[in-house]
């Protein structure tokens, strides 16, 4: 069983940078895959990026390249998403999950999920 809180979120304005944690309980934390993701008002949830196993590999959906990037420090059980010249249509709540399963965005193929954290990005 693995726990996931995130932290960070806020209101900030546009061209501004914030970054949301994801602090996990457990010792087995390395061993997941840990993707992100966000849902807007009245849209459906979907995928922001992933980091591997050990942080030698990242993945990102094409609305963030550039702009986001995901690390790990495994010893403090924590992911992290740095979010660089943030945009309006960023606004959304990001979550943080957990996988030992997959590879990707399909969010089946995640097992534990945060309560998310409220991004809110003013023009």
């Known amino acids: 069983q693995v726990q996931l809180v995130e932290s960070g979120g806020g209101l900030v304005q546009a061209g501004g940078s914030l970054r949301l944690s994801c602090a996990a309980s457990?010792?087995?934390?390395?061993?997941?895959?840990m993707g992100w993701f966000r849902q807007a008002p009245g849209k459906e949830r979907e995928f922001v990026g992933i980091i591997g196993r050990f942080g030698g590999v990242t993945a990102y959906a094409d609305s963030v390249r550039g702009r986001f990037t995901i690390s790990r420090d495994d010893a403090k059980n924590t992911v992290y998403l740095q979010m660089n010249s943030l945009k309006p249509e960023d606004t959304a709540v990001y979550y943080c999950a957990a996988t030992q399963r997959a590879w990707g965005s399909e969010m089946n193929a995640y097992d534990y999920w945060g309560q998310g954290t409220q991004v809110t990005v003013s023009s």
């Open positions: 457990g010792r087995t934390f390395s061993t997941y895959r």
